[in-house]
């Protein structure tokens, strides 16, 4: 199985949040994991938030980048690209949606013209119930 790792669910499996353990073994058991260049910007983006707020330590902040480092080292990315971009601008079947999640799921579209089996991981709601309307199967279930 192919995987499309959205950020909702990679900051929940490195931040140890609900699901953090089916997520890690979705992604471990995957024979492809592909990303968007988005998700490594909104995770490293979030792991630097919350060691500025003071929700997590500096310690932690660099286990958490090098975690992701090592995870995204593994993974295919997409990076933005017109088609991307483009296809984020249009309509989504659940509307509204917003722009970040407009560009996964652009993303995932784009994807999938390559790699047929895509699957989506998120938890993001907005995100999982487009993704099921455009045909794709979503975990974690």
């Known amino acids: 199985m192919t995987l499309?790792?959205?950020?909702?669910?990679?900051?929940?499996?490195?931040?140890?949040?609900?699901?953090?353990?089916?997520?890690?073994?979705?992604l471990r058991s995957a024979t492809k994991v592909v990303c968007a260049r988005l998700t490594l910007i909104e995770t490293r983006r979030t792991i630097r938030r919350a060691s500025t707020e003071r929700r997590i330590r500096e310690t932690e902040a660099a286990t958490l980048f090098a975690i992701l480092a090592q995870a995204a080292a593994r993974w295919a990315i997409l990076e933005l690209s017109r088609d991307v971009a483009d296809r984020a601008e249009d309509g989504f079947p659940v509307e509204p949606?917003?722009?970040?999640?407009?560009?996964?799921?652009?993303?995932?579209?784009?994807?999938?013209?390559?790699?047929?089996?895509?699957?989506?991981?998120?938890?993001?709601?907005?995100?999982?119930?487009?993704?099921?309307?455009?045909g794709f199967a979503v975990l974690p279930d």
């Open 97 to 134: 949606i917003r722009t970040l999640d407009a560009i996964h799921l652009a993303s995932a579209l784009v994807l999938r013209q390559s790699l047929p089996d895509l699957t989506i991981l998120s938890t993001d709601e907005r995100v999982r119930r487009n993704g099921v309307r455009l």
């Open 4 to 26: 499309y790792a959205e950020s909702s669910a990679v900051l929940r499996w490195l931040f140890n949040e609900k699901a953090s353990e089916d997520i890690l073994d979705r």
